[in-house]
């Protein structure tokens, strides 16, 4: 992987005014590899049922397939996603969701992500597609990254 796109792209999480929100980290990337975590806080992150609310867990799936896909330095948008929740993580835990690219055409990429917590245990699986436009990522400069 181009070691400008990856700084780009670690920037660019790093300002994301979503992933701030939810204190997301972009721990691990690689060609076709993004390991996102975040701790589950259950008093900003729990549904009506005191369990973690689904968009919460989305939301890091979604961050690792937004970093995955966009590894070749172009922009990839989503076409589908589907998440199966599988459990409940327990308050506090400490969740990665590890996307990886399962296939890849001129317009098209599939990716396959998990979410675990701390101990290993399944939290949510997924699989996306992306689009790939082939545009670059509007980002990436000849010193790594503009805002």
Request: hydrophobic content about 40%.
């Amino acid at each position: 992987m181009d070691p400008k796109v990856r700084t780009a792209i670690h920037r660019a999480v790093e300002k994301e005014p979503f992933a701030r929100l939810l204190n997301m980290e972009l721990v691990e990337l690689s060609a076709d590899f993004s390991a996102v975590e975040m701790t589950y806080d259950s008093a900003r992150m729990d549904n009506i049922y005191s369990r973690a609310h689904g968009g919460a867990v989305y939301a890091l799936i979604d961050e690792a397939f937004e970093t995955v896909s966009q590894t070749d330095g172009t922009i990839a948008v989503a076409l589908n996603v589907n998440a199966t929740y599988v459990a409940s993580p327990t308050p506090g835990a400490r969740l990665r969701a590890e996307a990886r690219a399962v296939s890849r055409t001129r317009k098209t990429a599939g990716y396959d992500i998990r979410v675990t917590d701390g101990e290993g245990g399944l939290i949510a699986t997924c699989q996306a597609l992306a689009y790939r436009t082939g545009k670059p990522i509007p980002f990436l400069t000849e010193d790594g990254y503009s805002p």
